[in-house]
């Protein structure tokens, strides 16, 4: 076979993501906060950017602000000089100057460790039982379970194993109940103790035997054979498991040491009279201009300093570019959601319709991609309630008379029918589908189960009460 080669011209299309590209990109799916903090780190990394301190909107004279680039009015612009483009300095609606309203997502407490130790001091003063305690409560987990055996402890400290277990029993008297236990058994066995007060009856006796021995048959609603076993009836044995449910498996879960949480919402909508009013809530996002001074670096400075000049103006410039055309993005995704959810907002999240990024990409004229992009992690402040924009998506099923119903209506409509059940004949999957289907939601018991199981609601043999 003969091989040659030689010179050939053609011509190829190809998709390229520029880094400029992945920039925008992330910069779209950055929630608020985040996006402030990544501006503040520009800020410090590129030499010609600067924050607009014209809030007032008094900007100080010399300053070019993204609004401020137009190239037919002026022919001496950062942009006509680098990119010769536009950057449009946005008519979407600017927030308004009322704080921003904020959900607590959590609260800082105190680490658990720190909360046994103030406890230990309190109920121990022997400098060796001191010792103990703490080396203890080091090996107490977030849960308030203790990692390790009395034994392991006693040998790593030098002293007898039975003080060890004298420690740890004044330590499981602290705060919160149950904390130090070695199993799920033995914390259960802690805070029963606890709430019986030393007055126990035939409940708490029947409980303390349940959790020593029946834990695995209560998790499969097996009471009837639980019954047979303590020779007792089976309301007895519910009644018990009754108050089992009341403890807390986890009882160092609630302590932590983490900083206060807050969910800052994206967008804001309000309601005027028959419409609603978008908001972008990018108040705490720093206004960015370009400072005029590299503009007189720029025809002084020699070639290689030109260049870097340059290049950092160019990146100046594509930053705000990308969060003007984020906050266009995230407008038009919203007023594309609320026209489409018009009954949520008029209604509540009753009226929730099934809904696809699809729909909204097509209404606003983007890919589906960049809807699931400019929705990401971002949350909507709404006349019913703080909502992660992805709520607004939902799947759905039909009625009976062809209209769409939303799962999360579905969903309502199950858990009503099950706080409404009798106890003791709870409505089994099919029971349930029926009386949806009668309510106008055609649903098939396999659907049922679906949404029963993501609700977190047991099946109907374990939710009969004896």
Not at 80 to 87: A, F, Q, R, S, V
Not at 281 to 304: F, G, T
Not at 336 to 360: C, E, S, W, Y
Not at 402 to 413: F, I, L, N, T, Y
Request: proline residues 4%; contains cysteine; negative net charge.
């Amino acid at each position: 076979m003969q091989m040659d080669y030689g010179l050939k011209l053609e011509t190829t299309q190809k998709l390229i993501m520029t880094p400029q590209l992945r920039q925008a990109i992330a910069i779209l799916q950055l929630p608020a906060m985040e996006l402030a903090a990544m501006v503040e780190k520009e800020l410090l990394e590129n030499p010609v950017l600067e924050t607009d301190v014209g809030d007032t909107g008094n900007e100080p004279e010399g300053e070019t602000t993204a609004g401020d680039y137009d190239t037919q009015a002026d022919t001496d612009d950062w942009l006509e000089y680098l990119l010769n483009d536009t950057i449009s300095g946005g008519n979407q609606p600017e927030a308004g100057e009322a704080a921003q309203r904020r959900e607590l997502a959590g609260a800082e407490n105190v680490s658990l460790q720190d909360y046994l130790e103030m406890q230990l001091h309190f109920a121990v003063f022997n400098c060796k039982h001191l010792t103990i305690g703490k080396y203890l409560i080091g090996c107490i987990d977030d849960n308030g379970y203790l990692c390790g055996t009395t034994g392991e402890a006693a040998a790593h400290l030098g002293v007898s194993e039975a003080l060890v277990t004298d420690v740890l029993k004044i330590i499981q008297t602290f705060d919160p109940v149950g904390v130090g236990a070695r199993s799920l058994q033995e914390c259960l066995l802690i805070q029963l103790e606890q709430k019986a007060a030393g007055h126990v009856n035939r409940e708490i006796s029947l409980a303390a035997a349940i959790i020593g021995e029946y834990l695995d048959q209560v998790a499969c609603g097996r009471y009837k054979q639980i019954a047979d076993k303590l020779s007792c009836s089976t309301h007895e044995v519910q009644q018990a498991v009754d108050i089992i449910r009341t403890l807390d498996p986890k009882p160092g879960r609630a302590y932590g040491g983490g900083q206060p949480g807050y969910i800052v919402p994206d967008v804001t909508v309000e309601r005027l009279n028959n419409s609603y009013i978008i908001h972008i809530n990018d108040n705490h996002v720093p206004q960015l201009s370009i400072n005029p001074y590299y503009r007189q670096v720029i025809r002084e400075a020699d070639s290689e300093a030109r260049k870097y000049v340059e290049g950092r103006i160019n990146s100046a410039v594509w930053l705000i570019k990308s969060i003007e055309q984020r906050r266009r993005t995230l407008y038009n995704v919203t007023e594309a959601i609320v026209n489409l959810q018009r009954g949520f907002f008029d209604h509540g999240p009753k009226f929730l319709r099934p809904l696809t990024m699809k729909k909204v990409a097509e209404q606003i004229g983007v890919h589906e991609s960049t809807v699931s992009r400019a929705t990401a992690n971002k949350y909507m402040s709404t006349p019913h309630g703080l909502f992660g924009m992805h709520t607004f998506f939902t799947s759905g099923v039909q009625s009976a008379d062809g209209e769409d119903v939303s799962a999360s209506r579905v969903k309502r409509e199950l858990k009503e029918l099950v706080q409404a059940e009798n106890p003791s004949r709870p409505l089994s999957d099919q029971a349930i589908a029926g009386l949806l289907n009668k309510r106008g939601i055609v649903v098939s018991r396999r659907t049922v189960t679906k949404y029963r199981e993501e609700l977190g609601i047991l099946a109907s043999s374990k939710r009969k009460r004896y």
